[in-house]
């Protein structure tokens, strides 16, 4: 099962969600044991295993010819498999990056573009003008490093559309502002699509254990492993609309240019206007 969406949309809070809800213990599971959402497509040890080579060895035409193995290997593990991944569906070098007869289904996360752009600076640590355009630009990736292998996202509407516009393919769709909005209706619905008959006291402790100021804590406590720089601070306010503060308007103008379809079909545009 995939776990995905544009980098900085709430696919982390959505595996400590999940994460809470399978393993149901009295405490919050803490940030840095993921065991029932643990797995991700970029994984250098998944690459090393598959390959028996060093991941330094590889390059990105390597790496990408073992995408299949890989998400093979991952659809072959017994227990319940839940994978991260900011790969869009599509083709790269005419190979799959996402092979879908390796599927059982998706839940994708999807955030108000404008968040996404500010949200994203912050954790890349860009300028606001290069990230907007990355948003905005067609072959947007981000590249092989020493902990992940490189990810293929093209634009936010391209990413949207690639995972939800396959035919014969259904994801659940879930907007992050209906997460904060309304999250026992909108997780109840990730559960309902995973097939489980979850009790709603269990759904609302998951819920509750992975709220945006249990994970702070918990982050500021024992730091976040997932950590691109060892200084850097994950888990924000995850305010919606938080937008405004810091984009400009040729901001604005230029992400409603690029994106204006999807998100008005997504309900974050009216009228030519952010609804957020």
Known sequence: MWLASYPKSGNTWMRVFLENLFRNEPEPISINDFRVARYGD????????????PFSELTDDDIHSLRYDCQKLLAQRPESSFVKTHNCIGDYNDKPL????????AIYVVRNVFDVAVSAARHFDASID?????????????????MAAFQVLNSWSTHYRSWNEVPGFEP?????????????????????????????????????????????KQESRTGFKERVRENQKFFHSGDVGGWRKHLEARHVARLIEANGEVLTKLGYLKSGKPVF
């Open 42 to 53: 970029v994984e250098v040890a998944m690459y090393e295993h598959v390959t028996g080579r």
């Open 98 to 105: 996402i092979y879908l007869n390796l599927t059982v289904g």
């Open 130 to 146: 290069d990230t907007v355009e990355g948003l905005c630009r067609e072959g947007m990736n981000t590249p092989t490093t020493a």
């Open 172 to 216: 659940l769709l879930v907007r992050y502002e209906d997460l904060r909005a309304k999250p026992l209706k909108t997780f109840g619905k990730v559960t309902r699509y995973l097939g489980l008959n979850t009790a709603p006291e269990r759904i609302k402790r998951a819920i509750r254990f992975s709220s945006i100021s249990e994970l702070q």
